[in-house]
């Protein structure tokens, strides 16, 4: 359909673009015009939501600090992990790693956050949340991981819904605080036409934006110190 023949090109421009822009950057593995499925979700302009304290009073006050101590024990913990990166904090088994509490202080996040996104992005039908802990450090600027990705892959230019094109809404609660208070680097950088818009990490502050083709992003290497966030995609009833 038009939707698919526009993501796939839109795609193909971004590689190009970016190419000339950051000359050296990692070409990201993308979906094929067959493997994205009508619709895709296309938004223009890109449509971004930003929320400082995010969590309501409903939350316990140190939630976020909770999440994040054990986010770093399930991290260091798990072999499974990608080498302590990366943690899915709403499989089955979760609490094994995380604990009890802080799986279903995980659980209930999300759902808060699909409740309040829904309403923000007109999209009462998000549903099937997939969700990740990530855990970035200094260490990632050093070695490889599978598939021949650098460890800092995450500073590779991509749109979400071309990595998987059921994705809707994407969005990250940030649990440690960047601009040199936990780490440095480590901002969130929306590929935008002109110029980059970065928005730096703090505890707290959730950044949710549409998963199409409007929002090619990546994010900065973490060149000192820890940056950890709750990262989620929601996808969208057809």
């Not at 421009?13 to 050296?24: D, T």
């Not at 995010?54 to 939630?63: E, K, T």
């Not at 490889?144 to 230019?157: G, K, Q």
């Not at 707290?204 to 060149?223: C, D, K, Y």
Request: contains cysteine; charged residues 25%.
């Amino acid at each position: 359909c038009r939707a698919v023949a526009e993501a796939f090109a839109q795609q193909l421009a971004l590689r190009a673009r970016l190419a000339a822009r950051l000359p050296g950057h990692h070409a990201v593995s993308l979906a094929t015009a067959e493997q994205i499925s009508c619709p895709i979700y296309l938004t223009k302009p890109a449509r971004r939501l930003i929320v400082d304290d995010f969590l309501p009073a409903s939350f316990p006050p140190d939630a976020t600090r909770r999440l994040r101590l054990a986010a770093r024990i399930a991290l260091r913990n798990d072999p499974h992990s990608c080498r302590g990166r990366v943690f899915p904090p709403l499989v089955p088994g979760a609490n094994d790693d995380l604990g009890e509490d802080g799986a279903v202080l995980a659980f209930a996040i999300v759902e808060y956050m699909r409740r309040f996104l829904s309403r923000k992005f007109g999209m009462p039908e998000l549903r099937e949340p997939e969700a990740l802990l990530q855990w970035l450090h200094t260490d990632d600027l050093a070695g490889e991981v599978a598939d021949d990705l650098p460890t800092w892959a995450y500073a590779i230019p991509h749109i979400d819904a071309a990595n998987r094109p059921s994705y809707a809404v994407s969005a990250i609660l940030y649990l440690s605080t960047g601009g040199g208070l936990d780490f440095e680097g480590g901002r969130l950088l929306f590929h935008d036409d002109e110029a980059d818009s970065a928005i730096v990490p703090r505890e707290g502050r959730l950044m949710a934006f549409t998963s199409g083709v409007e929002n090619p992003h990546s994010i900065e290497r973490v060149t000192a110190g820890e940056r950890l966030a709750l990262s989620v995609w929601f996808k969208h009833s057809d």
